[in-house]
């Protein structure tokens, strides 16, 4: 039973590679979009959304670069020491083992002590393309304590390793950070801002006598009416469908996240045994 499951997975391994190539595609498309739909509406309209979506997107780039920065800072700053073969031997025994069987070239990953964190659960992540794991101290308790959870956990993590995922997860981290504090709520109030002015320009629109809003269209008045009356119709279902895109792309990172979770987690149970 359990070796029916494992070579499926590593059925399903042999395509994690241009899985992760399209999810990587699909990650940059969002954040292009993300970041390229307020600037091209900026472009267009000569409001003063235009400096704020402006602003909304420099703001989102800093977020999203300094994201990206102290996620990695934060597992290779000064408390972190790279771990020797003959540091650890029982740890690079069960790393040997596992990567043997999940198919990883061996001593592709290397290994990071996180001197600083006495938690227990490793992680992994991707630095000038060499995927690392990092080791926290609590983790060497565990593995003298309870060999086999420990075990599970590496599987887990080099699961990640095998389906790309230390590539696109800090990006993806990052980006979902940018999307939460900057891009939804400034989609959100843009949305309230125009659809007030669409109410309040119906309203004082009304208020108007007939033949001042029909007469003489090619007038510059006629006009400027026309072109008004398209905005506050346009601007209010663009705003409307903009909030709609954003919440769909945080939808995506977290269902490619749960896909992964899933399947590591089908990995630590499978390579278990041995
Ligand atoms: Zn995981």
Known sequence: MIGT??????????????????????????????????????????????????????AAGWIVR???????????????????????????????????????????????????NYGDSPSVIDVEGRPRLVVPLGFFKMLGRAPGAAKAMLAHELAHV??????????????????????????????????????????????????TRSSLPTSQEGLRTRNEKADVITQPILAGLQILLLLAFARGVRQMRNRSEQAADLAAVIFLGG
């Open 162 to 211: 095998v389906q790309h995922d230390t590539k696109l997860w800090l990006l993806a981290t990052a980006y979902l950070k940018g999307l939460k504090l900057i891009f939804l709520p400034f989609t959100i109030f843009a949305f309230l801002a125009v659809s007030l002015t669409s109410v309040m320009w119906m309203l004082g629109n009304k208020e108007q006598p007939e033949y």
């Open 66 to 116: 300094r994201e990206f920065v102290s996620l990695r800072r934060r597992v290779l700053g000064e408390f972190t020491q790279q771990l020797d073969r003959t540091d650890a031997p029982e740890l690079w025994g069960i790393l040997d083992q596992l990567q043997d069987q999940m198919g990883i070239q061996a001593a592709e990953v290397s290994v990071i002590v996180s001197t600083r």
């Open 5 to 58: 499951a494992r070579d499926l997975l590593l059925q399903h391994w042999q395509e994690e590679k241009r899985i992760a190539s399209h999810f990587s595609r699909i990650m940059r498309t969002r954040i292009w979009l993300s970041f390229g739909v307020p600037l091209f509406y900026a472009l267009f309209s000569p409001h003063l959304e235009a400096a704020l979506a402006v602003f909304a997107v420099l």
